[in-house]
C-alpha cells in the first residue's frame, strides 16, 4: 500500500485517541501516519482492555465515533461473556441456544436466549442476558410462568377450594398461585361459602374462608341463629336487610327494637349483641318510660331542674351514677347533689340526717355547747358552720380556766352531753392536779413515777402511783391518787401486814444466825447512792428481801428489784428474795411463798437455801435443826421489836401532827 494523498481530516496520527488503538502489524507495518483518518479501508484496531479486543473497523466509522465492539457490548471477549457470571453460566441452556458456549455470548445481550433453573424441568424461558445481568430471574420460581412448582395444585388446601366451574373450566394446575386473578372458591362447611379472592392473597395466608372468619353472611354465622336477637333486630332502620343477610359478629353498629316499650330502641354492634348485652333501656343506661326519675314521685319532687341545666325527671335514668342536684324543701339550704340510684336505694337529704351543715343542724342551736366552741384551734370556722351531731374531734375551751382545753366530737357534746374533762377530773388542770394539795405533792414519788410531776397528775386519779414518805427512807408504797384523797398514808408507819411479816422473818434468821444484827438496813456503796435492805448481815454479807405481792406487782417494780438485786450482787453481797406469789422469782436464789404461809416455814425455806449458797455460813444439818423444831423460835424478839417500831411511828407522827392511821 503506498502512501495516500492527504485528506482535509488528516492521517489517524493526528488523532492520538484513534492512533493509540491503531495496529501497524496487522495493518501490513502501515504506520498510522502513512493512513488518511477518513479512509474507507477496513483496518485493524487493538483495545488496550484486552488482548482479545481486536476487530476491523473503516477509518471514517472510526471517525465518526464507533469504538471498540468488545467495550460496547457487541462482541463476545473475555471481559464480557457470560463467563463472568457463574450463577447465569449455571443456568444457560446450551442445547437450546444451538451450541452456542457461555464464552460466546456476551453477557449484556439484548437478543433472547434460552435459560433452564435446575428448580423444575419446566422452568425454562428466554430472556435477554442484559435482564439476567440486571438481576431478573427464573419467572416461573416468581410466579410470572406457569410451572408444576407454582399452580394452585401445589397447595393442596387451595386446590380443595377451587371452584372449577366459576373459573371457566379452569384447573388448579393451569392457575399460577399467586396470581393476581380473582378467582372462585368455594368451602366445605355449606354450600353458600362461596367467594372471591387473589390467588396472591390465599397463598400468602390473608384470606380464608369469609364466612367462616365471619366476614360474609351464612347459614352458619347469620343472625338468624339467634332468635331471640333476631326478634330484636329491627329490619325497617336497619335498611331492609333482614337477620339471615347480617353477620352475627359483624362490628356494625344496627338497630335493635326491644318488646318492652316502644322507646326501647338503640343501636349496638351485632358482635356485642351475640356476646350477651342487651337493652340498654332496661339495663338503666338508656332513658325511657320505664326508667326515669319520673315513676319515684318523692324524688323527682326534689330533683333540682334548674340545677341540673334544665333536665327534667323524665330525660334522667333512675339508676344513674351521675351527680345530680337535688334540694330539700325543709329550708333553703338543704340542697346536694348525690347519684340517683343512691336516691332510689334509699339516701336522703344530708342536711336533715346531719352529714351536711344546714341553718337546722348547725352547732350554732345548741348556745352553751357553743359558746366553749375554740374558733382558732377549729381553722377559723365558726359554730354555724359546724354540724352538731358531727363525729370530727373539735377544740373547746372552758371558762373555768385558761388551760381547760379539749378535744371532742360535737356528737359527744350535743348527743351524749360530755362537758369539760379538766371539769370532770378526767384532764389534768392548774384546777385539778396534785400540786394543789401540798402534803401529797412533797410525798409524791417524781422518779418513781417515771418523771411525772404533781402538775401533771389529776389529784383523784383511780391510777396507781409511787409514793415515798419522809419517815424513812425504805417507806415506800403505792396508791391511788383517789385513795391518798380520802386520807390514806403511809402503809409502813401504819405497820400494814407486809411490814410485820418482814419483821418476823428476820426475828426466825437471828435465831438461826447468832450475831444477825435486825436494826442493820443501811447500805453504803461506794460512787452511788445508798441502798435500804429488809434483813441485813453486813459480817456475812448477805442480804435477805421480802417482796410482797401488793407492794412489788408491775413491770416497774420489778425492774427495780432486778436493779437492786444486781447492784448488791455487784458488791459482793449474797442476795435471796422472798417472792410472794403470785410474783416469780427474779433469781435462782429466790424464795417464793404464799401470804399465808407460816413466818416459819418462810425461815426453814430460807435457811435451806443459805445452806446452799454459802456453805461457809451455815451447814445443811444447821439449817436442818431449825426445819425439825417446826414452830417459831423469834416469836418474842419478833413481839419486843413490833412494839418499839409502834412507839417509832406515834413519836413520829406526834412530830408531824398527824395521825398516823389516816397516812
Known amino acids: 500500500m503506498t502512501s495516500p494523498r492527504r485528506s482535509k481530516h488528516g492521517t489517524i496520527a493526528d488523532h492520538p485517541r484513534l492512533a493509540a488503538q491503531f495496529d501497524p502489524a496487522a495493518n501490513g507495518g502501515l504506520t498510522a501516519d502513512q493512513v488518511n483518518v477518513g479512509t474507507n479501508e477496513r483496518l485493524w484496531w487493538s483495545c488496550p482492555v484486552a488482548a482479545d479486543h481486536r476487530w476491523q473497523a473503516t477509518g471514517a466509522n472510526r471517525l465518526r465515533g464507533t469504538g471498540c465492539p468488545f467495550c460496547a457490548g457487541q462482541q463476545s471477549s473475555v471481559t464480557n461473556n457470560l463467563l463472568n457470571y457463574p450463577e447465569l453460566v449455571a443456568e444457560f441452556d446450551v442445547e437450546a441456544n444451538g451450541g452456542l458456549a457461555p464464552a460466546q455470548v456476551v453477557a449484556t445481550t439484548t437478543k433472547k436466549v434460552w435459560w433452564r433453573c435446575p428448580v423444575a424441568d419446566d422452568h425454562r424461558w428466554q430472556a435477554r442476558g442484559a435482564d439476567r445481568v440486571a438481576g431478573a430471574g427464573c419467572p416461573a420460581c416468581i410466579g410470572r410462568q406457569l410451572s408444576v412448582t407454582n399452580t394452585v395444585a401445589a397447595y393442596p388446601e387451595l386446590a380443595a377450594q377451587f ?3 366459576a373459573n371457566g373450566g379452569r384447573t388448579p394446575d393451569r392457575v399460577i398461585a399467586t396470581t393476581n386473578d380473582r378467582l372462585w372458591w368455594v368451602c366445605p362447611v355449606a354450600d353458600d361459602h362461596r367467594w372471591r379472592a387473589t390467588g396472591n392473597n390465599r397463598v400468602r395466608g390473608g384470606t380464608r374462608c369469609p364466612a367462616c372468619a365471619g366476614l360474609q353472611a351464612s347459614v352458619t354465622n347469620s343472625l338468624a341463629r339467634f332468635p331471640e336477637l333476631a326478634a330484636q333486630f329491627d329490619v325497617q332502620a336497619n335498611g331492609g336487610r333482614t337477620p339471615d343477610q347480617v353477620v352475627a359478629l359483624t362490628m356494625e353498629k344496627l338497630w335493635w327494637a326491644c318488646p318492652v316499650a316502644d322507646d326501647h330502641r338503640w343501636r349496638a354492634p351485632g358482635d356485642s349483641r351475640v356476646r350477651g348485652s342487651g337493652c340498654p333501656a332496661c339495663a338503666g343506661r338508656q332513658v325511657s318510660v320505664t326508667n326515669n326519675l319520673a315513676r319515684f314521685p318523692e324524688l323527682a319532687a326534689q330533683f333540682d331542674v334548674e340545677a341540673n341545666g334544665g333536665r327534667t325527671p323524665e330525660q334522667v335514668v333512675a339508676g344513674t351514677h351521675e351527680l345530680l342536684w337535688w334540694a330539700c324543701p325543709v329550708a333553703p339550704d338543704h340542697r346536694w347533689r348525690a347519684r340517683a340510684q343512691a336516691r332510689v336505694a334509699g339516701a336522703g ?13 348547725n352547732l350554732a342551736r345548741f348556745p352553751e355547747v357553743a359558746a366553749q366552741f375554740d374558733v382558732e384551734a377549729n381553722g377559723g370556722r365558726t359554730p354555724d358552720q359546724i354540724v352538731a351531731g358531727t363525729p370530727e374531734k373539735l377544740w373547746w375551751t372552758c371558762p373555768v380556766a385558761p388551760d381547760h382545753r379539749w378535744q371532742a366530737s360535737g356528737d359527744s357534746r350535743v348527743r351524749i352531753g360530755s362537758g369539760c374533762p379538766a371539769c370532770a377530773g378526767l384532764q389534768v388542770s392548774v384546777t385539778n392536779s396534785l400540786a394543789r394539795f401540798p402534803e401529797l405533792a412533797a410525798q409524791f414519788d417524781v422518779d418513781a413515777n ?10 383523784g386519779t383511780n391510777r396507781k402511783l409511787w409514793w415515798a414518805c419522809p419517815v424513812a427512807p425504805d417507806h415506800r408504797w403505792a396508791a391511788s391518787g383517789a385513795n391518798r384523797l380520802k386520807g390514806r398514808g403511809c402503809p409502813a408507819c401504819a405497820l400494814v401486814a407486809i411490814s410485820i411479816r418482814e419483821v418476823r422473818l428476820a426475828a426466825e434468821l437471828a435465831a438461826a444466825l447468832p450475831g444477825l444484827d435486825v436494826e442493820a438496813r443501811r447500805i453504803v456503796m461506794p460512787g452511788s447512792r445508798a441502798l435500804e435492805a429488809d434483813i441485813l448481815d453486813r459480817e456475812r454479807r448477805l442480804v435477805v428481801e421480802y417482796d410482797g405481792s401488793y407492794w412489788h406487782a408491775g413491770e416497774v417494780m420489778e425492774r427495780r428489784d432486778r436493779d437492786k438485786t444486781a447492784r448488791l450482787t455487784e ?4 442476795v435471796i428474795r ?9 433469781t435462782a436464789a429466790d424464795v417464793t411463798c404464799s401470804e399465808e404461809d407460816p413466818i416459819h416455814l418462810v425461815a426453814a425455806a430460807v435457811l435451806d437455801r443459805i445452806a446452799a449458797l454459802r456453805p461457809d455460813l451455815l451447814a445443811v444439818h444447821e439449817a436442818a435443826v431449825y426445819r425439825r423444831h417446826g414452830r417459831p423460835l423469834g416469836n418474842v424478839d419478833a413481839e419486843t421489836r ?6 417509832r411511828a406515834a413519836r413520829t407522827a406526834a412530830e408531824l401532827g398527824s395521825d398516823p392511821t389516816l397516812w
Open 450 to 459: 417515771d418523771g411525772l410531776t404533781p402538775e401533771q397528775v389529776v389529784a
Open 163 to 165: 371452584d372449577v366451574a
Open 642 to 647: 413490833l412494839a418499839e417500831l409502834r412507839r
Open 578 to 586: 422472798v417472792r410472794e406469789a403470785p410474783l416469780a422469782p427474779i
Open 571 to 574: 458488791a459482793g453481797y449474797t
Open 349 to 361: 337529704c344530708p342536711a336533715c340526717s346531719g352529714r351536711q351543715v344546714s341553718v337546722t343542724n
